[in-house]
């Protein structure tokens, strides 16, 4: 099953040229999530050849700008290129405000349903599910009411034995009862358990994403054991005391929360404007936590 | 005196890759005025080398995003890069409750003072004057209250003949005197009238920014003789239809436009996303207007 985060912007409030406010475009078995939604996000999406009319949901992480500046803009656009299926948003519930007064002003009536859908700052709750994908929030401590976003892989059903179905000549109106556990019966009439004829599937998938946080621990549990772990490192650990005053993270804390939560992989980003040059922001991660990238516009992780 | 124009953005409403949409920059004897701010501008600005804190006035025609969405982010980034000289903004009525929704939910408070001046799209008015330039409100039909805007250079004072001030040896504290028509009295005794002593200053110059509008006749007179009129040009003339319905103006009416007004110089700009090439665009208000020029991104104008 294919998952895949495409970074659409790096930068932290204040942008540096060549550097995005955050977004980031996840296609989870072809269905496309955006995360954050920075001044520009459209733009970053034409940039990559990525199309916005396949997003049908939309999760905001918090309303600070460099978060949802592209939202109004996005929308706007989706409307006037014909869109008439439903838009899901989720948000904190300001948002709603935010849109309504700016859709107002400029005499615009969306031809789509936007349905909102608004987050709790304060507990981790299930928030969307499809057949593929979990996404549940993740409570983060920021300057204002903030939520990560974890999206969990459900478990498949367990993967054919391509030798039996050949050898047994299993008709394949019968791949998927095997597959949910009925035994299958051949014609010489021997009963083959699906156990036999199957094997365990992948392992789910999980990605979190955790930006803009003060690193306080408190969601660590929240986020074990994913297989891609997305988290601010807005300063590198010198200025550990400016991190703190602000409600961000360093590059070094943001290793730690990786390995605490035991993350196979590491992405940082949300990067401040004063680091031109990144390679010691990576550097200073990956002592600590070998396994981390830097999630830099353009760039493309698969899980 | 120097009067140049850096053009931001050149798409309408849905931008097209490598088209942001519509921003200017004046520079008018080095004092800076923003028109319009799309989503992106401050990002274009770091493209071009161009420094938002040296704005201290932003002019905004309407509020369709594609004219305003890029001005939250904008403040907010001088605020944080430690901005603390006013900024005075020209702008429908409305943006002002836009503005102060969208720093409520940041919980953004300012650290320089915002002079919120509204526009009167019914009559035009001056909005702004100082030692340079006088700004007039263009009022125009669009779908939603609309203005351009009118830069007009003042009158200067006349300029001292080099010769004679070399020649009679005057002192550089008489200059001001003489420039205002005190005549000047020599080492001999002789009077020489200003008008001996000075040439005619150069011509005031004028600028309009018209967009958006439909191709109503309505704003000639306040227009005409311009140096420079930039003038949406959202459509072609095979489209005129559609232009008119959606209140915009073709490249040829444009062209007719700039004819009408007297105008010296015509940009166009703001065109549709279904123009991928923008020479037959130009080819068009040329057949009229020879002296036509396309405004896209990067494009700096004298005057």
């Given amino acids: 099953m294919k998952f895949e985060i495409t ?6 409030a204040t942008p540096i040229f060549n550097r995005n406010p955050s977004a980031q475009l996840l296609n989870i078995n072809e269905k496309f999530f955006l995360v954050d939604c920075g001044e520009g996000t459209q733009q970053q999406m034409l940039r990559y050849g990525l199309k916005a009319q396949r997003i049908d949901d939309i999760f905001i992480s918090h309303l600070h700008g460099d978060h949802y500046l592209g939202l109004v803009g996005l929308l706007s656009s989706l409307h006037l290129n014909g869109r008439t299926k439903p838009m899901n948003i989720y948000a904190p519930a300001a ?47 920021h300057r204002i ?19 039996k179905v050949d050898e047994l000549n299993i008709p394949v109106e019968q791949i998927s009862l095997i597959k949910r556990g009925f035994p299958f019966t051949d014609h010489k009439g021997k009963i083959h358990g699906s156990s036999q004829l199957t094997t365990e599937p992948d392992k789910p998938k999980a990605y ?30 010198d200025m550990v005391d400016r991190a703190s005053e602000t409600f ?19 992405l940082i980003g949300h990067f401040s404007a004063r680091y031109r040059e990144l390679e010691p922001v990576l550097a200073e991660a990956k002592s600590l936590f070998p396994n981390t990238f830097l999630a830099t516009e353009g760039s493309v992780f698969r899980l």
């Fill in 248 to 266: 961000h993270t360093t590059s070094l804390q943001a290793a730690q929360v990786a390995l605490k939560a035991n993350a196979e992989r590491l």
């Fill in 208 to 237: 979190a994403y955790c930006s803009d946080t003060i690193c306080d621990w408190n969601y660590i549990d929240l986020i074990e054991n994913v297989d891609v772990l997305y988290h601010e490192a807005t300063f590198m650990h």
């Fill in 95 to 141: 948002l709603q405000e935010i849109l309504e007064v700016n859709f107002k002003h400029s005499q615009t009536e969306l031809r789509y349903p936007l349905n909102f859908q608004p987050t709790d700052p304060e507990k981790s709750t299930t928030i969307f599910e499809n057949y593929d994908v979990v996404v549940s929030t993740i409570p983060l401590a």
């Fill in 7 to 12: 970074i659409l912007g790096s930068s932290s």
């Fill in 145 to 163: 009411p903030c939520t990560g976003f974890k999206f969990s892989g459900k478990k498949r059903l367990p993967k054919m034995i391509r030798e």
